[in-house]
């Protein structure tokens, strides 16, 4: 297997990758949900979209999930993949106002404001029924939010390409998690359901912002050059370089480094959130004890599942794609 080079001593190893045995089935779903729902614009859209996989993304990222919740993850992963290629490979990418009037139909949706108006509109909204299926109202809210968050984050992403700021330091990684939609993402991780309580301690908190630093953080330092060929500085690789005054690979250290940081904090949150289950007797209210590695393997996975899959991506490396490797990730 090929790794980035300033991830070869990462700590990340140690953690197994695993695949799920349904990755043929998700895939072959998602496929025919974006044909029968009407997703692709051209059949080069829906060639690029297969050639992406994202039943294997699903596959190294919830390796345990059910055939049918496997499939559904497929499904948000070919709805993001088309939005972000749309926005990021057209002007709409830096045309803020534009771009915030295109996702009027998809904002009211996540919100439950209004019902769809567009194919997009259309997939979302089974998306999110099927996810909040049986599901708590509180859960369901959280994931409605994150939804929110993530396409408000691509206009904020876009407002800042047409003006030519690059994001502070300090303000980035919140912004990144955000525009990455990595916390919708998470919420189909949970094993079991988590009280607020829980959720939103402060261990827990660390834990899922660890995850997800990981995962996006990861993902920039295999795109940093390809997005910079592009034009795009909103990669934590770039914008460090930019306000350190670095070298792209001094800047691509620096991020490994802070990579490794976050798997600290990650531990010690694992660490904490058991002591606090443990002190609590944490009871879930279908009667399972939540135990924090439950947690924490399942973010793990993620984070181990995404670096895989990422790693092998035509999307990444293009020249991959011609000399026919067949995986291909999301630069969310």
């Given at each position: ?102 996702l009027r139909d998809l ?226």
């Amino acid at each position: 297997m090929v790794t980035h080079p300033e991830l070869k001593v990462s700590a990340i190893w140690r953690v197994l990758a695993r695949r799920s045995t349904h990755e043929r089935s998700a895939q072959e779903t998602s496929m025919r949900w974006v044909e029968s729902a009407g997703l692709c614009q051209s059949p080069a859209e829906s060639a690029n979209l297969h050639q992406s996989r994202p039943g294997l993304l699903a596959a190294w990222c919830h390796p345990d999930a059910s055939e049918a919740d496997l499939s559904l993850v497929a499904m948000w992963m070919s709805w993001l993949f088309l939005l972000d290629d749309r926005i990021d490979e057209s002007t709409l990418g830096r045309d803020a106002d534009q771009l915030e009037f295109r996702l009027r139909d998809l904002h009211a949706v996540a919100l439950g404001m209004s019902g769809p108006v567009s194919p997009m509109g259309r997939g979302l909204a089974e998306i999110i029924e099927r996810a909040c299926e049986e599901m708590p109202s509180w859960w369901q809210f959280r994931f409605r939010r994150n939804v929110a968050e993530y396409l408000a984050a691509c206009v904020w992403q876009a407002a800042h390409r047409q003006a030519g700021q690059v994001p502070t330091l300090e303000e980035f990684p919140s912004r990144r998690r955000a525009f990455g939609a990595v916390m919708p993402s998470f919420d189909r991780t949970e094993g079991v359901l988590l009280p607020s309580s829980i959720h939103y301690s402060r261990p827990y908190q660390d834990l899922l912002f660890a995850a997800a630093d990981l995962v996006c953080w990861t993902n920039d330092l295999m795109t940093a050059d390809k997005e910079a060929a592009h034009g795009d500085l909103h990669n934590l690789v770039l914008v460090t370089a930019h306000h350190k005054g670095l070298e792209r690979q001094a800047a691509a250290r620096m991020v490994a480094a802070a990579c490794e940081d976050r798997l600290h904090v990650f531990s010690r949150a694992r660490e904490e959130l058991a002591e606090l289950l443990q002190a609590r007797a944490e009871v879930s209210a279908e009667g399972v004890e939540l135990r924090a590695d439950d947690c924490a393997t399942v973010l793990l996975a993620w984070v181990r599942g995404h670096l895989e899959w990422g790693l092998h991506t035509p999307r990444y490396h293009p020249e991959d794609d011609e000399a026919g490797r067949s995986c291909h990730a999301g630069s969310h």
